[in-house]
């Protein structure tokens, strides 16, 4: 069965330190995505990717860097964390194109604690 | 740019009453498409419903919606609600490009007492 995963599931970082969050998918959907979720903000989007090599800013890009290594790839990459950046991150693909778009199929997500 | 309007942070219901969560949106594009995903407690979130039709009532797993664009809404409805219904539910809009790029409200958490 086609599948979005996330790892780490849970992680605790301290402030200033780097945290790499992973997702891989086996939908072979072109379109990635990287989500926030927040009490009283819903999910936000940080970045996302149209394929292999690309990475575009999303709504609430500061902070964050995003790579996509290969089509079932796509990392997000907090270099300096902050407690601002605690909450639950959820990763998405979506195939480009045909009706009807904007779908998605997200992982379980990730905890990020930054102490 | 684009906006979706969820009013209700938190709807709380007795098993067996009628559910309705609001949801109004904002976008330039004429061919939007509306959905409604669900997400329960140490799951993914999951879409429940979709539409991108004026006023065609479109129905899954018991729950209906109707997208009106006259009033920019897709308010999302159940006759009966069920303890498992209980869960977070995001209204989200697409503004219908290859960008694929779902803009959500802010989700209402519905919980259902018996």
């Known amino acids: 069965e086609a599948a979005v995963t996330q790892s780490p599931r849970n992680k605790v970082a301290v402030t200033g330190g780097k945290v790499t969050l992973s997702c891989n998918q086996t939908?072979?959907?072109?379109?990635m995505y990287w989500y926030r979720q927040d009490t009283g903000h819903g999910l936000r989007l940080i970045h996302y990717?149209?394929?292999?090599?690309?990475?575009e800013k999303g709504d609430i890009p500061d902070g964050y860097k995003a790579s996509r290594p290969s089509q079932e790839n796509f990392s997000l990459i907090l270099e300096l964390a902050t407690p601002s950046q605690t909450s639950v991150y959820f990763c998405?693909?979506?195939?480009?194109?045909?009706?009807?778009?904007?779908?998605?199929?997200f992982g379980e997500g990730s905890k990020l604690t930054v102490l | 740019g684009d906006s979706v309007t969820q009013k209700e942070g938190l709807v709380t219901l007795t098993e067996g009453l009628p559910v309705m969560l609001n949801c109004t949106y904002q976008?330039?594009?004429?061919?939007?498409?509306l959905f409604w995903y669900v997400h329960y407690l140490n799951e993914s979130p999951r879409l429940l419903l979709k539409?991108?039709?004026?006023?065609k009532r479109t129905e899954h797993q018991g729950f209906h919606a109707t997208l009106h664009k006259s009033s920019s809404s897709f308010h999302l409805q159940k006759s009966s609600a069920q303890l498992s219904d209980s869960a977070l539910y995001y209204c989200?809009?697409?503004?219908?490009?290859?960008?694929?790029?779902?803009?959500f409200g802010d989700g209402t958490v519905l919980t259902v007492k018996p």
């Open positions: 939908n072979n959907h072109n379109n």
């Open positions: 539409s991108s039709t004026d006023n």
């Open positions: 990717s149209y394929g292999a090599g690309s990475t």
């Open positions: 989200a809009l697409s503004d219908g490009t290859n960008t694929g790029k779902l803009t």
């Open positions: 998405a693909s979506g195939r480009t194109g045909g009706a009807p778009t904007g779908q998605l199929y």
């Open positions: 976008t330039i594009y004429s061919n939007a498409f």
